[in-house]
T-cell receptor
Framework: EDQVTQSPEALRLQEGESSSLNCSYT??????LFWYRQDPGKGPEFLFT???AGEEKEKERLKATLTKKESFLHITAPKPEDSATYLC???????????????FGRGTQLTVWP | NAGVTQTPKFRVLKTGQSMTLLCAQD?????MYWYRQDPGMGLRLIHY???????AKGEVPDGYNVSRLKKQNFLLGLESAAPSQTSVYFC??????????????FGDGTRLSIL
């Protein structure tokens, strides 16, 4: 059973066309939700951590928000260099063998064309 | 700022061969992880370690072994490679209180093909 679902799988935007990526999750007790950016041939690069519903984080053209069921990554006036795959991961309260484990979604592949 | 370094970056093996992937981190992190990433799937945890000398199974451990003899290094071994193990392998590390609420930092991966 998927615990983290990202949508859409792929998104094409024209430069300057704002949009949002979605990450919905089902875990019993959220300890943290993480957003990563992954460029082709590279490892995931950490962007944000969100801990509780209502929290927001911003970095340049990216803004991440969190509710009790989902998170959004808003991209304002994107540029071609924002093209990448964006990954969402959640960490549950858990215990024992699951303590600290991250559960990743499959990612949203974003392409921004000039 | 090296962070997490993985070697080798690419490797091609024949079915039945063995090899070891090396992960090294210079952030003094206690927790280290090995993931595999396959097309259309999220990152899946293979094995992890909560400290020097300790290892534990993740979500997809079969066919792999690991060792953490030094705090900064985490090795992933394939004893008898199979085509199903063709994948991109990522190592990650994190610190803090049991890694809770802390982001994991990733290397750039090892691309492994099994023929």
């Amino acid at each position: 059973e998927d615990q983290v679902t990202q949508s859409p799988e792929a998104l094409r935007l024209q430069e300057g066309e704002s949009s949002s990526l979605n990450c919905s999750y089902t875990v019993s007790g959220l300890r943290g939700l993480f957003w990563y950016r992954q460029d082709p041939g590279k490892g995931p690069e950490f962007l944000f951590t969100l801990y509780s519903a209502g929290e927001e984080k911003e970095k340049e053209r990216l803004k991440a928000t969190l509710t009790k069921k989902e998170s959004f990554l808003h991209i304002t006036a994107p540029k071609p260099e924002d093209s990448a795959t964006y990954l969402c991961a959640v960490q549950a309260q858990g215990r024992g063998s699951t303590l600290g484990r991250l559960y990743f979604g499959r990612g949203t592949q974003l392409t921004v064309w000039p | 700022n090296a962070g997490v370094t993985q070697t080798p970056k690419f490797r091609v093996l024949k079915t039945g061969q063995s090899m070891t992937l090396l992960c090294a981190q210079d952030m003094n992190h206690e927790y280290m992880y090995w993931y595999r990433q396959d097309p259309g799937m999220g990152l899946r945890l293979i094995h992890y370690s909560v400290g020097e000398g300790t290892t534990a199974k993740g979500e997809v451990p079969d066919g792999y072994n690991v060792s953490r003899l030094k705090k900064q290094n985490f090795l992933l071994g394939l004893e008898s490679a199979a085509p199903s193990q063709t994948s991109v392998y990522f190592c990650a590390s994190t610190g803090g209180d049991r890694g809770l609420g802390q982001p994991q930092h990733f290397g750039d991966g090892t691309r492994l093909s099994i023929l």
